[in-house]
T-cell receptor, first 111, second 110 residues
Framework: SQTIHQWPATLVQPVGSPLSLECTVE??????LYWYRQAAGRGLQLLFY??????ISSEVPQNLSASRPQDRQFILSSKKLLLSDSGFYLC??????????FGPGTRLTVT | EDQVTQSPEALRLQEGESSSLNCSYT??????LFWYRQDPGKGPEFLFT???AGEEKEKERLKATLTKKESFLHITAPKPEDSATYLC???????????FGKGTSLLVTP
C-alpha cells in the first residue's frame, strides 16, 4: 500500500511571502500525483496533477505552481502569497486503478 | 460539466439509528464513483469505489450502492466513531481528476 507524506502540517505566512509545500510518496512507483485545496464550504478543488517527472497539468488559473522533480516528489509553490491562498492543501497519489490516496494535509493561513 | 451533489449537508443520528447519505451525479459516461471519509483536520480516507450501476460494496457498518444517477452510503447501526464528513467523487472524463461533492457531515450521538 502507498503512503503519502506532507509537510509542514501547519503554516502561517504573511501576504507576499513565498510558499513551498512538499509531498512524497512511499510504496509505489510512477504514481499519478495531485494537489487539492479544501476551503470551508467549497469542497475539494483540484489544483494540479502530474503523470510523470516534469509533467504538470493545471486545472485552474491561480497564484500557485507545481513541480515534480523526482518520481515520488511533488511540490506546490508560490512566489507571492495572497490572502485567498489560505486553505487546507492536500496531496494525493493513485492506487489501483483510479483510487486516490490522500496525505495528512497542510493547513495554510496567510495573514 | 461533471457535477456531484451530496445530501443532506449535515445529519445527526442517535447511536444505532440507521440512515443513508445521497450522492447524485451528472457525468457523461461514469468511469468510477468514490466514497471517502474525512475526520476534522485530516486528509480524506478512501472507503469504496463503484464502477457500474447495481454494484454494491460493504465495509463494517457501511454499504455503498450505485444507480445510473446516484449513489447511496448506507450506515447501519452507527456508532459515535462513525462521526465524520463523508465525501463522494466521480472520475472525470480525463481519467485523472476526481470531482468532489461538498460532503455530508455526520454526527452520531451516544
Amino acid at each position: 500500500s502507498q503512503t503519502i507524506h506532507q509537510w509542514p502540517a501547519t503554516l502561517v505566512q504573511p501576504v507576499g511571502s513565498p510558499l513551498s509545500l512538499e509531498c512524497t510518496v512511499e510504496g509505489t512507483s510512477n504514481p499519478n500525483l495531485y494537489w487539492y485545496r479544501q476551503a470551508a464550504g467549497r469542497g475539494l478543488q483540484l489544483l494540479f496533477y502530474s503523470v510523470g517527472i516534469g509533467q504538470i497539468s493545471s486545472e485552474v488559473p491561480q497564484n500557485l505552481s507545481a513541480s515534480r522533480p523526482q518520481d515520488r516528489q511533488f511540490i506546490l509553490s508560490s512566489k507571492k502569497l495572497l490572502l485567498s491562498d489560505s486553505g487546507f492543501y492536500l496531496c494525493a497519489g493513485t492506487g489501483s486503478p483510479y483510487e486516490q490516496y490522500f496525505g495528512p494535509g497542510t493547513r495554510l493561513t496567510v495573514t | 460539466e461533471d457535477q456531484v451533489t451530496q445530501s443532506p449537508e449535515a445529519l445527526r443520528l442517535q447511536e444505532g439509528e440507521s440512515s443513508s447519505l445521497n450522492c447524485s451525479y451528472t457525468v457523461s459516461g461514469l468511469r468510477g464513483l468514490f466514497w471517502y471519509r474525512q475526520d476534522p483536520g485530516k486528509g480524506p480516507e478512501f472507503l469504496f469505489t463503484l464502477y457500474s450501476a447495481g454494484e454494491e460494496k460493504e465495509k463494517e457498518r457501511l454499504k455503498a450502492t450505485l444507480t445510473k444517477k446516484e449513489s447511496f452510503l448506507h450506515i447501519t447501526a452507527p456508532k459515535p466513531e462513525d462521526s465524520a464528513t463523508y465525501l463522494c467523487a466521480v472520475l472525470s472524463n480525463s481519467g485523472y481528476a476526481l470531482n468532489f461533492g461538498k460532503g455530508t457531515s455526520l454526527l452520531v450521538t451516544p
